[in-house]
Nanobody, 124 residues
Framework: QVQLVESGGGLVQAGGSLRLSCAAS????????LGWFRQAPGKERDFVAG????????DYGDSVKGRFTISRENAKNTVYLQMSSLRPEDTAVYYC?????????????????WGQGTQVTVSS
């Protein structure tokens, strides 16, 4: 059973930066992909970024390309989401998720495990 724990959310001014972390445990990560999703109040959950644990291939949602970077640290079984040039519309609860599919997928229903979420608030 894979467990995911997010951290690093908070309040930041527009134009600022935050780094989210997702610590993974309880599974074999060489064959999984991990993703970050976000959900704002009253909106659907959206794909933000994904990374294949093996090989490190990445994918990004259109609204965050060039501003966010996803990375992993194998020794710590941790995935990071570095967020820069933050905008008020980035305000949401951010979730880390893992899928046993050996590809990056943008669809939340493909993910088997989810963290509890961390709030990111960007003030204007």
């Amino acid at each position: 059973q894979v467990q995911l724990v997010e951290s690093g959310g908070g309040l930041v001014q527009a134009g600022g930066s935050l780094r989210l972390s997702c610590a993974a445990s309880g599974g074999t990560f060489s064959r999984v992909s991990l993703g970050w999703f976000r959900q704002a109040p009253g909106k659907e959950r959206d794909f933000v970024a994904g990374i294949m644990w093996r090989g490190g291939r990445t994918d990004y949602g259109d609204s965050v390309k060039g501003r966010f970077t996803i990375s992993r640290e194998n020794a710590k079984n941790t995935v990071y989401l570095q967020m820069s040039s933050l905008r008020p519309e980035d305000t949401a609860v951010y979730y880390c998720a893992a899928t046993q599919k050996a590809v990056i997928t943008r669809y939340d229903y493909d993910y088997d495990y989810w963290g509890q979420g961390t709030q990111v608030t960007v003030s204007s």
